[in-house]
Nanobody, 124 residues
């Protein structure tokens, strides 16, 4: 099983940028597809980015496309989420997730391990 710890959240002005990082530990991390989700108060957890086990393919949904980018560093066992042009509606707890598959998943139930989450708050 892989363990995940997110970092990098905080308060950011609308239009600003923030980079989240997810540190993974455990066996066979390189065989996991990784995803980032977010959950705002009163809303369901939402997929915002995914990357395959080797970093060769990424998927960004239309809701954040052009503003969010996902990357991974196999040597450091980390996955990053670069968020630019942040909006107030990006405010949420952001979660890193691992899926024991070669392919990206977009649904919560497709992921096998989750981090504890990191809060991102937009301000005007």
């Amino acid at each position: 099983q892989v363990q995940l710890v997110e970092s990098g959240g905080g308060l950011v002005q609308a239009g600003g940028s923030l980079r989240l990082s997810c540190a993974a530990s455990g066996r066979a991390f390189s065989r996991y597809a990784m995803g980032w989700f977010r959950q705002a108060p009163g809303k369901e957890r939402e997929f915002v980015a995914g990357i395959t086990w080797n970093g060769g393919t990424t998927y960004i949904p239309d809701s954040v496309k052009g503003r969010f980018t996902i990357s991974r560093d196999g040597a450091k066992n980390t996955v990053g989420l670069q968020m630019n042009s942040l909006k107030l509606e990006d405010t949420a707890v952001y979660y890193c997730a691992a899926r024991q598959s070669l392919q990206i998943g977009v649904r919560v139930e497709e992921y096998d391990a989750w981090g504890q989450g990191t809060q991102v708050t937009g301000s005007s």
